[in-house]
């Protein structure tokens, strides 16, 4: 593939004409907005050239062009503006019009092309620096998503340090496929593969034996990304968008952009972030009295005993609330951010340094992430510029034991069975006593056990822009991206002999070591022809490739030698290695048609052929569609109340491969007593498995009122997805319990609705807010193999299953009478509210406020304090059977599994953040110091019963909202303080 | 211009040669079944016997957890998992489900074994790189294995029956009904002892020493028809069995064929060890395990007092399952006292009592018990070999099954008001 690369750049530099006949003139100048406040980091790009600044925090911009070169003016927020240039002009003033609703911003269409906003046929949302990162900081990349994406359905599997955030963008996509987004920082494609790290050995949440299992609780590499590195993030929901993805783009495609260099004068930031960290909400625990201890056991010498122990602990004073000694500690956080930027007329750089390191609620947890960039950009001549993106990161977590387990020893699990006045503290030599009451001693656990995940991450970009042609009427753009994403993951789970479940195994420590490198590029030849002021033709071609290579090796070694954690310090040692290696090829064309800004058009087509496909060799045509049509440019609505008023429609198909190996029937290994053995695996091969492909169709109006006050966009899409890939049950009979399967096809329905205001714009105070509503319905309109339940416990306990005719998304279980429909995962609806109020220029308030309405969850958290004994409503009567509360709900077990699906509805103030600006300072050589205090997911009204409403025990896949005593959900107050030099 | 259409020409090309690239990387972390099925050789067979014998240990636990907690020789306790003691106790209300663990799971991991000896017989037979002697040996193993684990598989579901036939995992034959399924395992067991008559055994086996040759393979064959003969209230058959098999009167109660375990990499530690006085994850005897046993019986060792009972969900005991006593203790298969007891039972049956009674002073007088010297009535000693099958084979796997032989379920005590004693498991979901 290298050869071909070189190919192009062959072709290109060959075709490239010999510019430089004319003599450069020098611009420099100031952008302004209506109130004469400097507008900083509007883009001043040169037309049919690959020139461009950007403006300083004050505003100002130099930029040596051609003679009667076209400068484009543009800014998030305002309207784009054209200026020619005749001769060396000093000191241009450009006063730019506001643009609330967005119509100006310039959105992606394609690999290589982009189209304004006011002419775009799908909806894009674009997610600004400032909102992701600049009200209340997540700690997170993937966290700071949240609530601002309409349309997504975007949940946080615990509050474990690391991440772990599921995205679903316009209801499931997927069953078992992949169900989460494509993530493409500056053209690379990023791998957001959940390892486990094996822990699954010791708390066998999966009950057969398995050393990984999708309950382990991982972390999310895409949360390796630093959101302070981030300009914009542009999010392609469905296909109608994304189809020129091609294979990985069916679940959607968010697109990451990072800041780049600005020419002029070296501008250094330096942030500094101090917070800390507690618990949303704790669950409480059982009052014990001594009748209630003595009930823990229906043996009457050991009631006796209970009893005694209570009262000797209670006339001790050794009654503990072991919940709050567990989650209820405080994590200190803080976050330095270094960061530089600059150029001259022909290279610029952006340079950023950072580290986070935060401790959890829970004693020896955290997370800790440092980061370097350097992005440049160069101008090897006037037609020809190179940008290099690259990235190295190192980031760490300890992510305790949490979440379901069979074996009593997660941290939760534990707590459900132990009393207050269980007695779990070390002695004086620091021994730990065993946890009678428990398979562990959760305070031992956390003291002694590790589970650390660390990854040296490097990702780095180049992306080639060169134009091969250039006349009156026509551009000819040569444009390459690409790059590689590699990383070495590094798992440790480290269990003591001395900890009380490590009774068998004396001491395990399960070392994972994963080295991925993805691959990519994306070639394209793009022409713009516009014969006239009122007609534009963009043509664009390419191919594309994308690599990945994954590699795990899983080391368990049991009986391991006090004190150490090699695994070869050990009596036993078991080994595991999974490997996954894909190639996707693509091949596409675009067109893309402008008739004067009023009617927009876009074709295109997208063929692909992938590894991990039955037949590998075969290609799969994806096409794409789609039309814009502004009804007041073409002067139908003249004059009238609208400014703007838009109506558009787009179509498109895209896929999603199958999981690799998905084709194979394999034999696993299997030994005994030193004989090497095989056994067929659970999982049937599909020689014959297809990709899943979506085809959507969206529509929608946009309009603008009160000069552009007042935006607003409503979109209808219909999302099919055809072919959907899922792990089939098989009757077990066949020896085989899954299999890949083109099961069916389904069904996404939904409106989204966006309006941005500038309700008050006076002198002093600005507000402006942006409102979304959203909403998706889906429906299994065809499935092909017998519904079975998925994805969680069972019907006893509440369980997912896909049912021809019903909501993908479904809960069903005992309800009584039998097993009937209990719930449903996807929302009613969603809305968030963004808001930024502004006083004096100085003082800037910002607001996240998220609603999600219904959606339900299978809430097994608070059943196991029943079970245990130990829930705080434990003895309260408010049932008709008249026997305490939590009795009564283990009577329903196996009869009514209604009890466990519970509402997850929740209002969250996601973000709160006030800040102030310093900007006329003493010290001439700081220019602005920033102060602000912001909270982070701090308030959440909600009646759902366990931790959070925001969990998932079975990490990112289909099957969200399982809710078994996760680490619980956090909430975070910041301080910080950002100087500019 | 020209310069355009050239390069427009090169583009094309290159397109067209890129177009006709593909990859294909094959399965890079395991064997298939596809290539064992084509003329393996004989250390893929034996790899496909030993992964064979390694994989009837999975869920082992299970079913002996299934089986000993319906028939109450004891409860597990779990923090984290209520549906051992609400379920499967049937604790108020409660009822077992197809769609549940219990029995998806045991039921899965047989069906993966018998699928892995189906693979196994017709890899043998595809195999021109054997001699028709060593065919025998590996189809006559592989047989006798899948009776063994249809034969588990329906101690389970009992009257809602099982899949014989599921040779083929596209076109699986008829769920079959109990009486059916037991005739479809005798003759699959004749099948084997057919073909280990002429057979030649080129695998060593890891729980078999002692019977791994074609001779000791047909003992180890006989002694599981002589307990599927017993179910099938064949009496005359099972004596004639156990004859073939290893069975003796004088011989070790222990004699016999089993799961064993190591620390070996991608080996197993035997599942069903829980050291003793352990709290939260925990198997317990039955408190009428200790209440019922004869004074001097040294089979209470099967049971040791624990430090402090514990206690879950209105169940108790002080008492500790103590049958497996380290990780890597072995799980009987099938041994010499369940043959003994077996030809005591097949006595009684046909009313040679005294043969029946000598057979059970065997065991009585092997675990410290005065000989029998109760009546010699058939309803009599069928009572007392049912006690003594209860007390031999503890937590291995029959005192649920042997009640529901003879009808005495309703023998089985409950412990909370509401219980309930199940006689047979749903099928799993995926089969109705």
Known sequence: ?981 | MKKNIISWAMLLAAVAWYASCKKDYGNLNSPTIEAFLNNASQSELNNLVSGTESGMRNVVNLYLDDVGTIGREGYRFSASEPRYVTDLLGAANATLSGSNFYITNPWAARYRVIKNCNTLIQAATNSKLITEAQKNGYTGFAKTIKAYQLLLTLNLTYTNGIRVDVADADNLGPIVSYDDGLTAIAKLLDSAKTDLASADIPFTLAGFSGFNDAAGLTKVNRALAARVAVYRQQWAEALTDLNASFFGLNKDFTLGVNHVFAAGSGDQLNPMFIPQNQTGEVRLAHPSYAADIEAGDDRINKATLRNAAASLNGLSSNRDVWVYTSSTAPIPIIRNEELILIYAEANIQLNNLAEGVKALNVIREGHNLAAYSGDVTQGALITEMLKQRRYSLFFEGHRWIDLRRYNRLDELPLDRPDDDVWTEFPLPVTEQ
């Open chain 1, 1 to 981: 593939m290298r050869r071909q690369l070189l190919l192009y750049f062959i072709i290109c530099t060959l075709l490239t004409p010999l510019l430089a006949a004319a003599q450069a003139i020098t611009v420099t100048g100031k952008i302004t907005d209506a109130k004469g406040a400097p507008v900083p980091g509007a883009s001043i790009t040169v037309k049919q050239s690959t020139r461009g600044t950007i403006t300083g925090n004050d505003g100002s911009f130099t930029i040596a062009v051609m003679p009667d070169a076209t400068l484009v003016i543009s800014s998030t927020g305002f309207k784009t503006q054209n200026i020619v240039v005749k001769n060396s002009t000093e000191n241009l003033q450009v006063t730019l019009a506001e643009d609330v609703a967005g119509l100006d911003e310039v959105v992606v269409t394609g690999l290589a092309t982009s189209v304004k906003r006011s002419n775009l046929a799908n909806t894009v949302t674009t997610i600004s620096a400032k909102e992701l990162n600049g009200t209340a900081p997540a700690q997170t990349f993937d966290a700071a998503l949240e609530g601002k994406i309409p349309g997504a359905y975007i949940n946080q599997n615990s509050g474990a340090p690391g991440g772990g955030l599921s995205v679903k963008l316009r209801g499931v996509t997927s069953v078992y496929g992949n169900t989460q987004p494509l993530y493409v920082v500056d053209g690379v494609f990023i791998d957001n593969t959940a390892t486990s790290s094996g822990v699954n050995v010791i708390t066998s949440a999966l009950a057969n034996g398995a050393t990984t299992s999708n309950q382990d609780n991982p972390s999310s590499r895409i949360a390796d990304l630093r959101p302070e590195d981030i300009e914009h993030i542009e999010i392609l929901k469905g296909a109608s968008a994304a189809a020129v993805y091609g294979s990985k783009a069916a679940a959607g495609v968010i697109i990451i952009t990072t800041k780049r260099g600005r020419q002029g004068k070296t501008r250094i930031t330096v942030s500094q972030d101090v917070g800390f960290i507690t618990a949303r909400k704790l669950l409480g625990v059982r009052t014990f009295t001594a009748d209630r201890a003595a009930s823990l056991s229906s043996d009457s010498a050991t009631s006796a005993a209970l009893r005694q122990q209570f009262l000797d602990a209670q006339s001790k004073g050794q009654l503990y609330d072991y919940e709050k000694e567990v989650y209820g500690n405080t994590g200190f956080a803080r976050n330095t951010v270094l960061s530089m930027n600059g150029g001259n007329e022909n290279t610029s750089f952006y340079f950023s340094a950072a580290q986070r390191d935060e401790g959890g609620i829970v004693n020896n947890t955290g997370y800790r992430n440092s980061s370097i960039r350097l992005n440049v950009d160069h101008h090897i001549n006037n037609n020809i510029k190179i940008g290099i993106s690259t990235n190295y990161i190192n980031a760490e977590d300890d992510r305790g034991l949490t979440g379901n387990d069979n074996a009593g020893v997660s941290f939760g699990i534990a707590l459900s069975s132990t009393p207050s006045f269980a007695q779990l503290h070390p002695d004086a030599l620091g021994n730990y006593p065993n946890n009678p009451f428990a398979a562990s001693n959760p305070l031992q656990t956390i003291a002694l056990m590790r589970n650390h995940e660390a990854v040296n991450r490097f990702i780095t970009g180049v992306n080639l822009e060169a134009i091969l042609q250039k006349s009156k009427a026509s551009t000819t753009k040569f444009v390459a991206t690409g790059g590689l994403d590699f990383y070495n993951l590094q798992t440790t789970a480290l269990f003591p002999g001395n900890l009380q479940f490590q009774a068998v195994n004396k001491g395990t420590s399960i070392q994972g070591f994963t080295k991925n490198l993805n691959t990519n590029f994306i070639a394209s030849l793009v022409n713009t022809f516009t014969p006239s002021d009122k007609f534009t033709l963009t043509s664009s071609a390419g191919v594309t490739q994308e690599n990945g290579d994954y590699n795990n090796l899983l080391d368990v070694a049991t009986q391991v030698i006090a004190g150490q954690s090699n695994v070869d310090q050990a009596g036993a040692l078991n080994a595991t290695q999974f490997r996954a290696q894909y190639q996707n090829n693509g091949i596409y064309v675009q067109e893309e048609a402008n008739f004067n800004d009023i009617v927009s058009l876009t074709g295109g087509v997208r063929f692909d052929e992938s590894s991990n496909n039955g037949d590998p060799a075969k290609y799969y045509t994806y096409p794409k569609a789609g039309i814009s049509w502004n009804l007041t440019k073409m002067g139908l609505l003249q004059n009238s109340f609208f400014d703007n008023i838009k109506l558009r429609a787009a179509y498109g198909q895209a896929n999603n491969v199958p999981a690799y190996g998905s084709k194979f029937t394999s034999l696993v290994v299997s030994n005994i007593a030193g004989y090497p053995g095989v056994l067929v695996n659970t999982q049937e091969g599909e020689p014959g498995i297809k990709p899943e492909r979506q085809n959507e169709f969206e529509t929608g109006i946009d309009f603008s009122l009160l000069k552009g006050r007042l935006g607003f966009e409503l979109t209808y899409y219909n999302k099919v997805i055809d072919d959907f890939l899922m792990l089939g049950s098989l009757p077990a009979s066949s020896g085989f319990s899954s299999k890949w399967v083109n099961a069916g096809n389904l069904r996404n329905r939904g409106v989204e609705l966006g309006m941005n205001v500038k309700p008050v714009a006076s002198k002093n105070i600005t507000w402006t807010t942006s409102v979304n509503f959203w909403l998706n319905r889906s429906r299994v309109t065809k499935l092909t193999i017998p519904p079975t339940p998925q994805g969680s416990f069972g019907y006893v306990l509440g369980s997912f299953q896909l049912e021809e005719g019903k909501s993908a998304t479904q809960i069903i279980g005992l309800n009584g009478q039998g097993v009937g429909v209990l719930g449903d995962a996807e929302p009613k609806f969603q809305a968030s509210t963004y808001n930024e109020i502004t006083f004096f220029n100085k003082v800037s308030l910002r607001l996240l406020i998220h609603w999600k309405n219904g959606g339900d969850n299978i809430n097994l958290t608070n059943l196991e304090n029943d079970f245990g004994g130990t829930s705080a409503d434990y003895d309260k009567v408010t049932n008709k059977a008249g026997v305490p509360d939590a009795i009564y709900r283990i009577m329903q077990i196996g009869v009514n599994a209604q009890e466990f699906v519970q509402d997850a509805s929740y209002l969250r103030f996601r973000e709160i953040g006030l800040y102030y600006t310093f900007n006329k300072l003493p010290v001439g050589f700081i220019k602005s110091i920033q102060v602000g205090a912001s909270l982070n997911n701090y308030f959440t009204i909600t009646k759902y019963k366990g931790y959070d409403p925001e969990v998932s025990n079975f990490g990112t896949g289909f099957s969200s909202g399982v809710d078994v005593d996760p680490y619980p959900a956090t909430k975070r107050a910041d301080f910080h303080l950002s100087v500019n030099f």
